[in-house]
């Protein structure tokens, strides 16, 4: 089982480049979500989706984009990477609560990326 | 205010020992649901143990329990017989409504960094 796969692991951009994390699972969840983490700030929701055609803006969305036309994948874009986008990126999928057991996330790897 | 709140951000307890991880709790919701992760420092998130609002006991995953104080708003970990692979970070996170059509998002605490010693 391959579960929640993030690519690429590391990446380095410079100021303006724009680029794409990938994020596919095959366990057929209908939400996903990308998170960033920062040192001292635990983990924030950057975008999330309930389902394929379906995404909404989390806590700190700015700069980033996102779409789901599959139900497998969530790929996040950054539009013009800035060196205050250099964070760790975790993508993350679940069943919806309440339908199978807690609905607990399952996490990829995470990437981590740095804007310089 | 913040939703989540890890006031411990280093701890250290002695290899067999048991460790208490704290973590409070903000809402007005009555139906939520509390979450721990464990961060090695390979990077990726393990989940451990969920407690929901309506559970009437703690929760329990082996060496984990989750102290669940409803009044109190805490959801504390606890982990007995701590082995040196239980060093890493650990979040606690909380889910709150809707569900339906507002998906499964969690917010996390800041997280507590757990050193198990000889």
């Known amino acids: 089982n391959a579960g929640v796969t993030q690519t690429p692991k590391f990446q380095v951009l410079k100021t303006g480049q724009s680029m794409t994390l990938q994020c596919a699972q095959d366990?057929?969840?209908?939400?996903m979500s990308w998170y960033r983490q920062d040192p001292g700030m635990g983990l924030r929701l950057i975008h999330y989706?309930?389902?394929?055609?379906?995404?909404d803006q989390g806590e700190v969305p700015n700069g980033y984009n996102v779409s789901r036309s599959t139900t497998e994948d969530f790929p996040l874009r950054l539009l013009s990477a800035a060196p205050s986008q250099t964070s760790v990126y975790f993508c993350?999928?679940?069943?919806?609560?309440?339908?199978?057991?807690?609905?607990?996330?399952?996490f990829g790897e995470g990437s981590r990326l740095t804007v310089l | 205010a913040q939703k989540i709140t890890q006031t411990q951000p280093g701890m250290f307890v002695q290899e067999k020992e048991a460790v208490t991880l704290d973590c409070t709790y903000d809402t007005s919701d009555q139906s939520y649901g509390l979450f721990w992760y464990k961060q090695p420092s390979s990077g990726e998130m393990i989940f451990l143990i969920y407690q929901g609002s309506y559970d009437e006991q703690n929760a329990t995953e082996g060496r984990y329990s989750l102290n669940f104080q409803k009044a109190r708003k805490s959801a504390n970990l606890v982990i007995s017989a701590s082995q040196l692979g239980d060093s890493a970070m650990y979040f606690c996170a909380m889910r709150e409504p809707p569900y339906t059509g507002g998906g499964n998002k969690l917010t996390f605490g800041t997280g507590t960094q757990l050193k198990v010693e000889l």
């Open positions: 993350a999928s679940s069943y919806s609560p309440g339908l199978a057991g807690t609905g607990e996330l399952f």
């Open positions: 366990m057929n969840h209908e939400y």
């Open positions: 989706s309930v389902g394929a055609g379906i995404t």
